[in-house]
């Protein structure tokens, strides 16, 4: 099951526990065990405004190393914790641990980044999903303008008038909200008049491709759509000079990526905050 939906996860499954469904308990095991541990980690890219150059939030990206098993992409264990109920736990302490973070990064310095929170299509569709971000956002207490969350066309799918409500209530509570892998999904774009978001994440795919005729046609068609609808663009995996002109001759917004920086714990982003911003 989980094999079939992401490539990367058999490798979990078939090397490095070996004895399938028992291995699967063991794995289950281990994330419940990294949860209560604290073996996970938050590492923060930075978002940059293409127009001043300047860094305006970062996104979190979770980080996991097992005793055994060593480093463990999300890619690999995201999906896995999907189908065996752990996202959501995941997903709060995310959610948690990230706002914790830019708040103190923002009461220190005296910022207003924002940071920018994956969150998965099941986690999103919990009943409770709206009242716990409001619960987190309170403890931590956060402006929710400091706060973001990028949900994949995925979560779209279903375009139930529960979501969009849900969705609704979310924004309205002054939270941005971004569509992650934009183009990538299976999902029809009516969704985009339904749901009210506030900016399209271009997938990295298209932007390694931009330089080939129809990759620029592409970017810039999406670029487009996203305007017409008055939704920012972030590029995601921009990682040369070139790829950023072309970004920026159509107006692109937001860019991240190797080219400005590698995600970052929290001491290496700490740096980074205080070379880039505090001059
Ligand atoms: P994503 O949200 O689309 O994140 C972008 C991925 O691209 C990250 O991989 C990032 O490290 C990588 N990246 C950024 N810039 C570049 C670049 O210039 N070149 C290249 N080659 N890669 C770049 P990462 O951290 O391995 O995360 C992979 C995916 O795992 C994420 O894709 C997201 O879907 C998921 N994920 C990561 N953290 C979380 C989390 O806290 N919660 C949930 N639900 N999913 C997460
Ligand atoms: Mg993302
Ligand atoms: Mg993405
Ligand atoms: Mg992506």
Same mark, same amino acid.
């Given at each position: 099951e989980?094999?079939?939906?992401n490539g @990367?996860a058999?490798i979990?499954?078939?090397?490095?526990?070996?004895?399938?469904?028992?291995?699967l308990?063991?794995l289950?095991?281990?994330?419940?065990?990294a949860?209560?541990?604290h073996?996970?980690?938050?590492?923060y890219?930075p978002?940059?405004t293409?127009q001043? =150059?300047?860094?305006e =939030?970062?996104?979190?990206?979770?980080r996991?190393?097992?005793?055994e098993?060593?480093?463990?992409s999300?890619?690999?264990?995201i999906?896995?914790a999907?189908?065996?109920?752990?996202?959501?736990?995941?997903?709060?302490?995310v959610?948690?641990?990230?706002a914790?973070?830019?708040?103190q990064w923002?009461?220190?310095y005296?910022?207003k980044?924002?940071?920018a929170? @994956?969150?998965?299509?099941?986690?999103?569709a919990?009943?409770?999903?709206v009242?716990?971000l409001?619960?987190?956002l309170?403890?931590v207490n956060?402006?929710?303008?400091?706060?973001?969350?990028?949900?994949?066309?995925?979560s779209?799918?279903?375009q139930n008038?529960?979501?969009?409500?849900?969705?609704?209530?979310?924004?309205n509570?002054?939270?941005?909200?971004?569509?992650?892998?934009?183009?990538t999904?299976y999902?029809s774009l009516?969704?985009?008049?339904?749901?009210?978001?506030?900016?399209?994440?271009i997938?990295?795919s298209f932007?390694?491709?931009?330089r080939?005729?129809?990759g620029?046609a592409?970017?810039?068609?999406?670029?487009k759509?996203?305007?017409a609808?008055n939704?920012?663009?972030?590029a995601e995996?921009v990682?040369?000079e070139?790829?950023l002109?072309?970004?920026?001759e159509?107006?692109?917004?937001?860019v991240q990526?190797?080219?400005?920086?590698?995600?970052?714990?929290?001491?290496?982003f700490?740096?980074?905050?205080?070379? @880039?911003?505090?001059?």
């Open positions: 989980a094999k079939k939906k @990367n058999a979990i499954y078939s090397s490095d526990l070996p004895g399938s469904s028992n291995s308990l063991r289950e095991t281990k994330l419940h065990h949860l209560q541990h073996a996970f980690e938050l590492h890219q978002k940059i293409v001043t =150059g300047k860094m =939030g970062m996104e979190a990206l979770i996991w190393t097992d005793d098993l060593g480093v463990v999300p890619l690999q264990f999906p896995f999907e189908e065996c109920g752990l996202i959501s736990k995941i997903g709060e302490w959610l948690k641990e990230a914790t973070q830019v708040k923002n009461d220190t005296h910022l980044l924002r940071v929170v @994956n969150i998965s299509p099941k986690h999103l919990e009943r409770t999903f009242e716990r409001k619960d987190i309170q403890e956060l402006d929710p303008t400091h706060l973001e969350i990028e949900i994949t066309e995925m779209m799918l279903d008038s529960e979501l969009i409500s849900k969705i609704q209530d979310i924004k509570m002054g939270i941005t909200i971004s569509i992650d892998d934009f183009g999904g999902s009516s969704y985009l008049k339904q749901f009210p978001v506030d900016a399209l994440k997938d990295r932007i390694k491709n931009i080939k005729e129809k620029t592409m970017v810039e068609a999406i670029i759509i996203a305007h609808l939704l920012s663009v972030v995996g990682e040369d070139q790829e002109r072309i970004l920026k159509y107006a692109c917004e937001y990526g190797y080219h400005f920086s590698k995600p970052l714990n929290v001491q290496d700490t740096h980074h905050i205080e070379k @880039n911003l505090l001059s």
